[in-house]
């Protein structure tokens, strides 16, 4: 009886062993099982296609410079790059969504000025721009330029010539942008604290009434795109006197740079590049920019974009990461300085 009951105790410590070191070694093979099928996964991606979610409307230039650049990134990646438009609320509506969805690489969000700017401009904040999403790359620059109605404004003819106009007729001035807390407005309300003049800002609901209203006369000035502005410039209708980039562009090479006409270190150029979900791998993401890279590169998307009112620009994860930052608040300040709100 004695033995029997030696062997039974004998028995029940080796099955609290086995239990004990049993979770142990799962515990110690788990993690190495999910590194395998992570690793393995990343090896076949992508799988299956990927969507591409563009936080605006169709037709406009981050849209086609959008759908451009998927079209190219299609053939290395051999997989199609599907367009997702969701608009709405200044990019944030996309932005929530791809915020939302699974790390894996098969859904990216193109991030624009307007969508990494929202966080300061809107009372709800459905996303944290620095914590829900992972840089792929800069993609495009899209430059602005600084246009006037001749026939409303004939004498004016440059940038010290609108401020000087401005001054001069304090409060009787107007000026037009797509919304209110668009990029066009917060780089005119820059370059008035700048240049000490006032000019009412009239928002409208688009690029399309926006330019009527400058064409109409109602709000002579504006930040337009090149797209929107250079049929009306060549007709006459339209004059650029200024062009917001730090450098010239060479849809309109003769026209000065805000630099260039006293004001040091202006730049505001709105541009566009992919994200993902914050957690993507990182051999998902590397290889997304590296096809990103590739496809800016190609002259025939270069000039498919020029076209476009686009300018290819890539920049590495690293580097896009740096210049959110910069941006953030740089315009966090700009838009904080003169209590802006978005529509």
């Known amino acids: 009886m004695e033995k029997v009951g030696e062997a039974r105790i004998c028995s029940e410590g080796r099955r609290r062993f086995v239990r004990r070191t049993g979770g142990l070694l799962l515990g110690a093979i788990l993690p190495v099982v999910s590194v395998a099928v992570q690793a393995q ?9 990927i969507r591409l979610v563009v936080p605006f409307p169709p037709g406009g230039p981050t849209d086609t410079g959008s759908r451009i650049i998927a079209q190219k990134m299609s053939q290395g990646l051999r997989q199609a790059v599907v367009i997702d438009n969701r608009p ?3 990019g944030t509506i996309g932005a929530e969504a791809v915020a939302r969805s ?6 990216l969000l193109v991030m ?3 969508t990494l700017l929202a966080p300061h401009l809107f009372a709800r904040k459905g996303y944290e721009v620095f914590k829900d999403f992972t840089p792929v790359g800069s993609s495009f620059d899209l430059p602005l330029l600084m246009v006037v109605n001749p026939k409303v404004l004939p004498e004016v003819t440059d940038l010290r010539q609108y ?7 304090p409060g009787a001035m107007n000026y037009t942008s797509v919304s209110s807390g668009s990029f066009g407005h917060l780089s005119t309300e820059m370059l008035k604290n700048l240049g000490h003049f006032e000019s009412q800002h009239i928002p409208y609901k688009g690029s399309a009434p926006a330019m009527s209203a400058v064409l109409g006369g109602e709000a002579p000035m504006m930040f337009s795109d090149v797209v929107t502005a250079l049929p009306h410039i060549k007709a006459g209708k339209l004059r650029a006197i200024a062009v917001g980039s730090a450098k010239r562009v060479p849809f309109a090479p003769e026209v000065k740079t805000i630099e260039e006409q006293g004001f040091p270190g202006f730049d505001a150029t709105a541009w566009a590049g992919l994200v993902a979900p914050a957690g993507t791998p990182y051999d998902i993401v590397a290889r997304l920019s590296a096809e990103l890279k590739v496809a800016l590169a190609d002259p025939v998307v270069q000039e498919q974009l020029s076209k476009a009112g686009a300018l290819a620009a890539y920049q590495t994860p690293e580097q896009m990461a740096g210049r959110m930052r910069n941006e953030y608040k740089k315009w966090g300040k700009v838009i904080a300085d003169n209590g802006i709100r978005g529509d």
Do not use: V
């Open 41 to 49: 996964a990343t090896a076949a991606y992508p799988a299956r296609p």
């Open 88 to 90: 709405g609320a200044s």
């Open 102 to 107: 699974a790390p894996d690489g098969y859904t």
């Open 112 to 114: 624009t000025n307007p």
């Open 163 to 169: 401020i000087a106009k401005a001054k001069a007729n």
